[in-house]
């Protein structure tokens, strides 16, 4: 099992930024990538950012290319998710995922654990 925690949620304007973390434990030793997913109200969740643990490749959904940046610390067993320009449309609940198995986490079926979510809301 692997344990998520995620912290750095919160309300901003729009044009600001936030930065959320993620901190994982346990059976860590398999994991192939980290990411990060994020679910409005009404929608399915749907893909942001992810990371290849190891080399350390990110990759984007197009919506958020040029503004987000993911990046890991391995020291530390965290990824981050750095938001800048927020937009109103940004505005979800964040999940920390993991994959443990040697394909791109970017569809919820790619994701082995989740956390347990951060609000992020950007006011226009």
């Known amino acids: 099992q692997v344990q998520l925690v995620e912290s750095g949620g919160g309300l901003v304007q729009a044009g600001g930024s936030l930065r959320l973390s993620c901190a994982a434990s346990g059976r860590t030793s398999s994991r192939y990538a980290m990411g990060w997913f994020r679910q409005a109200p009404g929608k399915e969740r749907e893909f942001v950012a992810a990371i290849t643990w190891i080399l350390g490749i990110p990759y984007y959904a197009d919506y958020v290319k040029g503004r987000f940046t993911i990046s890991r610390d391995k020291s530390k067993n965290t990824v981050y998710l750095q938001m800048n320009s927020l937009k109103s449309e940004d505005t979800a609940v964040y999940y920390c995922?993991?994959?443990?198995?040697?394909?791109?986490?970017?569809?919820?079926?790619?994701?082995?654990?989740w956390g347990q979510g951060t609000q992020v809301t950007v006011s226009s």
């Open positions: 995922a993991v994959g443990g198995r040697r394909i791109p986490v970017n569809t919820t079926t790619s994701v082995d654990y």
